[in-house]
């Protein structure tokens, strides 16, 4: 069938075999991963990767919370942060990783925790600042455009959308939103970089042939890397998942999670693998 | 103690750095438009209002600037391996990428104005060679701030990862924070000034900028001028409050609890914005009022 010949889908709909084809790749890329892994710690390599999978999903699924309005929001045309998800919410993610790496020597809970309320602080600030502007800056009250009250404050919303204008700003929901986004998106950012952290530590000193002191720079620096790079390849695929602007959790296409969540645990084996088998080949 | 006193001093820097860095760089993307509100500077020659706006939209503001802090980073941390005093290396290094946003920045404007031609807009060279040097200018600073404060998170406070990672990070994050907070006040208060103060723009009126101002044509230089007042502190408030309440509650509070009192802070902190966030909106429920009637509204 060619693509002229496709009939419309509805954004939000399923597709059940690509959402099977997903998580079937997603088992070969880690059954792949157990075969190419010494013998010895072949539970231990998977597990690390079944560590940045859990990350990415972390990632893709926290994306959807944060709310983004992209250009219209520029123009108070319609409600939300106005620039881009994945730009977003990377910028918090990687401000979560910040905290996260540093809290890395105290535990993986307490790191991936500090992780998480690193990001959420970010996107509570940040999120606290654009009301601001809209408010103080260019009097401009919030206003969703999605829903007709406030799905936690309760409060009309349609009344205080302007004229010609899907709505403005930040309502409650969408700050939650935000914060709830930027903490998922942090946690699971930190967890990949933990998971990978601890890999390269156990394995680049036989590869490197080089003591564990000195491995250290080198295995920080390439954990750093991937999980960052990870954290974009999660953050732009829920991106097009949500085609550009959401306004939060509250949003119709919030419903299209689950297949971020396959899309983004697919694409986290795949990045993963990569990042295990430079240590394990 | 000493220790906790120095993180502290240390702490309050980069957040002074920050602060000056977000607001450099939303001015710097105002008079390049560079963020979100450039699809209406995009937009305008197709709907027949042909303008001298500058018009550098490299990418997304966090990608660039992820870029350019990344690539100072780089650089500094190489001159610094070279030897080199770290206070040179990072201006050095930061000026070898304020050159590539430069590049960036030219190449920028004339591909995407030409690509306007057959809407008439033409490529003013005057534009190209009085504003790229402001933008350059603009951009150095938040690099500069940007880099140095990766430098003492590094150096002074024992960050594990490396300059030019941390320059990535933060630069993204700069250009996440500084659009997020500066993108609006462009956008809406300065491109649209002929539409109603206190509501948004109509999207009928997508296109419409203004473009002339008291004197002749308006030019970006003066949108800086304009933005920065509120949108550029704004952003520089933003960016400041983030790296100094993340460093903060990690310098101060890490050591309690192994590591649980600085996330109970962080917690603490998260909570006390969600109430300025909330008595915000609610003020302006309350003092500005509804557009419309309710029972009009939902019909």
């Known amino acids: 069938m060619s693509a002229v010949a496709a009939k419309p889908a509805a954004g939000g709909a399923m597709n059940p075999t690509a959402m ?53 929001a520029a123009m108070g045309q319609a409600p939300g942060i106005a620039t881009g998800v994945a730009m977003l919410a990377a910028g918090a993610g990687l401000a979560g990783l910040f905290g996260g790496a540093w809290a890395a020597e105290q535990g993986m809970v307490v790191a991936v925790v500090t992780g998480g309320v690193g990001g959420g602080l970010m996107m509570a600030i940040t999120c606290m600042m654009v009301n601001f502007v809209y408010v103080f800056g260019m009097g401009i009250p919030s206003a969703s455009g999605k829903v007709a009250n406030d799905p936690i404050t309760g409060d009309s919303q349609a009344e205080f959308k302007s004229q010609g204008t899907e709505g403005h700003g930040l309502p409650f929901v969408s700050f939650v939103g935000g914060v709830i986004g930027g903490t998922l998106g ?81 694409a986290s084996a795949l990045c993963g693998l990569v990042a295990v088998l430079i240590v394990v080949l | 103690m000493e220790h906790i006193v120095f993180g502290i001093g240390i702490t309050a820097l980069a957040g002074a750095l920050a602060t000056v860095a977000g607001s450099a760089e939303d001015t710097e993307s105002n008079i390049g438009s560079q963020g979100d509100p450039n699809s209406q500077v995009q937009l305008a020659p197709q709907m027949g209002f042909l303008h001298r706006i500058f018009n550098k939209a490299v990418a997304g503001e966090p990608p660039a600037y992820g870029l350019w802090c990344c690539l100072g980073a780089g650089l500094a941390w190489a001159f610094m391996a070279m030897q080199i005093n770290p206070v040179l290396a990072i201006v050095l290094g930061c000026v070898l990428a304020t050159f590539v946003q430069g590049v960036y920045a030219t190449t920028a404007y004339v591909g995407r104005t030409a ?185």
């Open chain 1, 20 to 72: 099977v084809v997903g998580i079937v790749m997603t088992l070969v890329l880690i059954g792949i991963c157990y075969m190419f892994a010494p013998v010895d710690s072949q539970m231990m390599v998977v597990s690390v990767l079944i560590g940045i999978i859990v990350g990415g999903v972390l990632i893709g699924f926290g994306t959807h919370f944060v709310p983004v309005g992209g250009a219209p």
């Open chain 1, 186 to 266: 942090g946690a699971g950012g930190t967890l990949i970089y933990i998971e990978l952290l601890g890999l390269y530590e156990e394995m680049l000193p036989n590869v490197m042939q080089v003591t564990p002191a000195q491995v250290m720079p080198i295995a920080v620096s390439t954990a750093g890397m991937f999980a960052v790079g990870l954290f974009l390849v999660n953050a732009v695929l829920t991106a097009y998942n949500i085609t550009g602007t959401i306004e939060g959790p509250h949003d119709p296409k919030f419903s299209r999670w689950p297949r971020a969540i396959v899309a983004s645990a697919c």
């Open chain 2, 115 to 299: 690509s306007l031609a057959k809407f008439g807009q033409p490529v003013y060279v005057d534009v190209l060679k009085s504003m790229t040097s402001v933008t350059m200018a603009h951009a150095f600073i938040a690099i500069f701030c940007t880099v140095t404060l990766c430098h003492l998170i590094n150096a002074a406070l024992g960050h594990p990862f490396p300059l030019p990672l941390l320059g990535l990070i933060w630069g993204i994050a700069l250009g996440a924070a500084g659009s997020a907070t500066g993108n609006p006040y462009y956008g809406k208060e300065r491109q649209y000034q002929n539409q109603k103060f206190g509501a948004g723009v109509p999207i009928s009126a997508s296109g419409n900028i203004v473009r002339y101002a008291e004197a002749g044509e308006r030019n970006s230089i003066d949108n800086g001028f304009f933005t920065h007042k509120i949108g550029g502190s704004a952003s520089g408030i933003c960016f400041g409050m983030i790296v100094f309440l993340e460093l903060w509650r990690t310098v101060l509070f890490e050591q309690i609890s192994a590591g649980w009192g600085a996330i109970i802070v962080g917690v603490l902190i998260i909570l006390i914005f969600t109430v300025i966030d909330r008595y915000i909106e609610v003020w302006a429920r309350k003092n500005y009022g509804p557009y419309a009637e309710a029972k009009e509204a939902s019909s």
